[in-house]
């Protein structure tokens, strides 16, 4: 997987600025820069940091599955993984209804 490249597109689908998401994630705005120009290799826990920074985990980052589903879906898909069964059907009838 080319990290560089998974970094740019999950933080543009975001709208969020190189700068913001160094703030974020409590990095240096270089570091990122250097991430995602691929001349340099995020650690573990800077990678880290950037996902939470992106409301993500590590596992969503590597994911191919999570990469069909669209970045926009993917908090709401994370925050619903603790819900119970009959949350979840709750939350599948409010957004049925929000698409009339």
């Known amino acids: 997987m080319d990290i560089s490249s998974?970094?740019?597109a999950l933080r543009e689908a975001r709208k969020m600025s190189k700068?913001?998401?160094a703030q974020k994630s409590?990095?240096?705005?270089s570091f990122i820069s250097a991430i995602e120009a691929g001349k340099k290799q995020?650690?573990?826990?800077?990678?880290?940091r950037i996902c939470s920074a992106l409301g993500i985990t590590l596992a969503d980052f590597f994911s191919?599955?999570?990469?069909?589903?669209?970045?926009h879906l993917r908090p709401l898909i994370e925050a619903a993984r603790d819900l119970s069964p009959e949350q979840v059907e709750v939350l599948v009838q409010v957004a049925r209804h929000m698409r009339r």
């Open 6 to 8: 998974r970094l740019v």
């Open 26 to 29: 409590g990095l240096a705005q």
């Open 42 to 48: 995020p650690t573990v826990d800077s990678l880290s």
């Open 19 to 21: 700068n913001q998401l």
């Open 64 to 71: 191919q599955d999570s990469q069909d589903i669209p970045v």
